[in-house]
């Protein structure tokens, strides 16, 4: 195969070239580094180290010759600038992190980088990973001066959603086989959608948050990106795992292949169809390709159960009261104290912090932290923080009485397609668009957004598929069934 079709093949083709030794990990490297270069213009990568990378590459190939490389041995991928990591820097597209340098590699990058993989660099965001545009990037792109919008490959005039922005439109744009990602209210599955790839949150605690960077602590959760369920299924069995001795929240539950069920039959298999996912606010073209989605999998064989999650409307206040909380507590140790950017002229400590803190944090990072500060602070948390959390467990109870009927739940990912960059300047405006991911981040379950159409506009849509804990196989495996018999997946933009 020649070099130009390298970015054409997906995680799994790509790993067996690289096993059968048809191309080697520096070629593969070389090639999307390139690449990168190529299409900087979307603002997709904030921080690459040729260098690093191609000494890691060297190291697979090395692997690869002695036979002992893993699955992935020699796959390049790029990391979100969520991922702490020791050769590449880590802002969290922040100026109060602007050339920070950490010392060790976040759990999921060196749990990816012992299979094998090589790293292309870190991917633009959100500040802090808040927003769902990527409009909130606060850190210039690699080939720019100044900090800038990610752009949809799609359409450049249109966003890539968010926060996990830069991730979507880098495998769309085919600057990487596949990438990392952090969801806390629908940060990979609505990017996905927007930019027509497919991701997955796993269920909460399933994959470590040591070394990612908090926003909330009780909903972040890591997972990949790629362009089929096949290539996030590989990603996903790397990445996830206990990580007992270095996150309270990781879960003591096993590694699993969630590879090794892909094409099981789907006979049978009951969605859940929630009549709230369907309601006032779906756009029509949205909702026609959903609806054809549907059809498709009962031609698989499939069965569409009625379902309701009531409170579906009420996870929007929830969320946006327990993040933000959850928020101005992570946040509080940036104060130019220990490390991050710190304010030049000040007169004494309390000065030095208000000023740190004004001039590091972006608008959305203020707003939210002020947000979390009011909920928490006294005559308040019993008001807003308190009743929101017993709403939250209701949210999850509805989930349960559902999963009682049908085997995972369906719907879409986004009310819309992606809108055009500055479209929504209200930041309410924003929070709305999040009303389907958010019940499923707030119950800590797994959900999966897989390209299922296209809009108005030649727009990408995403198919939402929730399961129950534990269950990312099942997800997995009925995304499969479905790309297998649509080439969704495979469409590309226009020029890439």
Not at 23 to 52: C, M, P, W, Y
Not at 311 to 324: F, G, H, K, M, Q
Not at 435 to 454: E, K
Request: net charge negative; proline share 5%.
């Amino acid at each position: 195969m020649s070099q130009t079709e390298l970015h054409q093949l997906s995680v799994a083709e790509l790993a067996a070239q690289l096993r059968a030794k048809q191309v080697s990990a520096t070629e593969a490297a070389q090639h999307f580094l390139a690449r990168a270069k190529q299409h900087q213009n979307l603002g997709a990568f904030v921080a690459i180290n040729e260098d690093a990378t191609l000494a890691q590459a060297k190291a697979a190939d090395a692997l690869i010759a002695e036979g002992k490389g893993g699955k992935l041995a020699g796959v390049p991928i790029a990391h979100k600038d969520i991922f702490v990591t020791k050769d590449f820097p880590t802002t969290a597209a922040s100026k109060m992190l602007e050339g920070y340098q950490s010392p060790f590699d976040a759990t999921v990058v060196r749990k990816l980088a012992k299979s094998g993989v090589v790293t292309l660099g870190k991917l633009n965001c959100d500040e802090f990973a808040m927003g769902g545009a990527n409009e909130n990037s606060a850190v210039a792109p690699v080939g720019f001066d100044a900090a800038q919008p990610v752009r949809n490959p799609w359409n450049n005039e249109r966003v890539p959603g968010g926060s996990s922005g830069g991730s979507a439109a880098a495998v769309a744009a085919r600057l990487a086989p596949a990438v990392t990602g952090t969801d806390t209210g629908g940060s990979i599955r609505q990017p996905a959608s927007f930019c027509g790839i497919t991701g997955i949150k796993p269920t909460y605690g399933r994959a470590s948050r040591y070394g990612m960077i908090a926003f909330a602590s009780s909903l972040d959760q890591a997972g990949p990106m790629g362009r089929s369920a096949e290539d996030c299924a590989l990603l996903l069995s790397e990445m996830c795992g206990p990580d007992l001795d270095r996150d309270s929240t990781s879960l003591d539950y096993p590694a699993e292949d969630f590879a090794a069920r892909l094409g099981d039959s789907i006979e049978g298999l009951r969605i859940g169809v929630p009549a709230e996912f369907f309601g006032e606010g779906l756009s029509d073209d949205v909702r026609a390709a959903v609806d054809a989605a549907l059809k498709e999998y009962e031609k698989l064989g499939a069965k569409l159960v009625p379902v309701s999650l009531p409170r579906t409307e009420l996870s929007v206040p929830v969320y946006y009261i327990l993040a933000p909380a959850e928020a101005s507590s992570n946040l509080s140790r940036f104060d130019g104290v220990k490390f991050g950017h710190r304010a030049a002229k000040y007169e004494d400590l309390n000065d030095m912090y208000k000023k740190t803190r004004a001039e590091g944090f972006g608008d959305e990072v203020k707003r939210r932290i002020m947000i979390g500060a009011y909920v928490l602070s006294e005559g308040y948390y019993d008001a807003y923080y308190l009743q929101a959390q017993k709403i939250r467990r209701m949210i999850a109870d509805d989930f349960q009485a559902a999963f009682k009927d049908c085997d995972v739940i369906a719907g879409a990912a986004a009310p819309t397609t992606a809108w055009a960059i500055g479209g929504k300047a209200d930041p309410v405006s924003n929070y709305l668009a999040d009303i389907f991911t958010l019940p499923a981040s707030l119950a800590g379950l797994p959900g999966l957004s897989l390209p299922a159409g296209f809009g108005d506009g030649g727009m990408p849509v995403g198919l939402q598929l929730i399961g129950n804990y534990f269950s990312e196989a099942k997800l997995l495996n009925a995304a499969h069934r479905f790309q297998q018999a649509t080439d969704f997946h495979l469409k590309s933009p226009a020029g890439i």
